[in-house]
Each structure stands twice: as structure tokens, then as C-alpha cells.
């Protein structure tokens, strides 16, 4: 009996085993995290780009289909910006029974869930840190019904950290492009 038990060896993990896994997952992790965080931004960025390509896109699509001027206002000191029917701007009412129906001052509603579509840079997270920094010229990108873009060549520059996206619209054809 004193010989089996001599052959039985002892079987797990010693201390210094399990210290070496830790140290090996802590540099891997210090190693992967800002890179994970630079790509999040990265998607923070193009996501509020592509929102607003959308938005560009949609009051284009109705300048069009309806005949007459619909716009994208934006306000860069609130970090948002709305989407208009031109012919209600000056009007506080709202005109559910427009076609299409308007909120108060022209701002059109959402095309998904039907809310006024305005776009609040600062109010959602998938933009946190996301900044509207200019629109040139003016605050307006107006689109006309043939789908042409009023002021000529208007700019967005939406900015995270140091990385920036420029929407562009060509005034000719109304065409959104990003940088």
C-alpha cells in the first residue's frame, strides 16, 4: 500500500502558476482597451455622420416628391438639428393634417418613430462627445424641388476629439457626401 501511494501524484495549479496567467491577462487587457476605445469613437463618429446624411437625404427626398423647398436647421451651440418644411417656418402651429404633417415651426416628423425629427447631438448616447462644430454658409441647407442645394456648396463638419467628418452636398444635383 506504501508503493501506491509513493506512484500518485498531485494534480491542480501551484500560486505561481495562477500569478503568471494574471499578469499575462492584465497586459493583454492594457493593451486591448484603448484600442477598443479609439474604434468606439471611431463608430460614435460615423454613426452622427450617417444621421445626418439621413436627415440631409430625407428632406431632399421631400423637397422633391412634394415640389417645393424642405431643409436641414442646424444649431451648433445646442449640438442639434432639425429637418423643415420652409413653407411652415414662421408658423408656431403645428399642422397634423399637412400633407406631409408638420410639428410647430415646419419641423417635420421622424419618418421611424414619429417624433419631430430633430437630432440632439448632446441627448443621445450614441453621440456622446460627438460635435456639430460648423455648417457653412449659414445655419440652413436648404433643398429645392428639383433637388438642387441652396446656399451653393454647403458644408457640415462634425467633430470627436481629433477626428472629423465633413458632410458636403453638391447646390447642383443635392448630392450628401462625407469626408
Do not use: W
Amino acid at each position: 500500500m506504501h508503493g501506491l501511494a509513493a506512484c500518485k501524484t498531485q494534480t491542480g495549479f501551484t500560486l505561481l502558476d495562477l500569478i503568471l496567467v494574471m499578469i499575462i491577462v492584465a497586459i493583454t487587457g492594457m493593451i486591448s482597451v484603448p484600442a477598443f476605445n479609439s474604434v468606439a469613437s471611431i463608430a460614435r463618429l460615423n454613426e452622427a455622420a450617417a444621421e445626418t446624411v439621413s436627415a440631409l437625404e430625407f428632406a431632399r427626398h421631400r423637397a422633391i416628391l412634394f415640389q417645393r423647398p424642405f431643409g436641414l436647421r442646424v444649431d451648433t451651440a445646442e449640438n442639434r438639428f432639425i429637418v423643415f418644411d420652409k413653407r411652415y417656418t414662421a408658423d408656431a402651429s403645428p399642422h397634423p393634417d399637412a400633407i406631409p404633417p408638420v410639428n410647430s415651426n415646419g419641423v417635420l416628423f421622424h419618418p421611424i418613430d414619429k417624433t419631430a425629427y430633430q437630432i440632439d447631438f448632446d441627448d443621445r448616447n450614441t453621440f456622446s462627445g460627438v460635435d456639430i462644430s460648423a455648417v457653412t454658409p449659414g445655419n440652413e441647407i436648404l433643398f429645392h424641388a428639383d433637388g438642387h442645394a441652396a446656399p451653393q456648396s454647403p458644408t457640415m463638419v462634425i467633430v470627436l476629439g481629433k477626428e472629423q467628418r465633413v458632410i458636403m452636398v453638391d447646390h447642383v444635383t443635392g448630392k450628401v457626401t462625407v469626408q
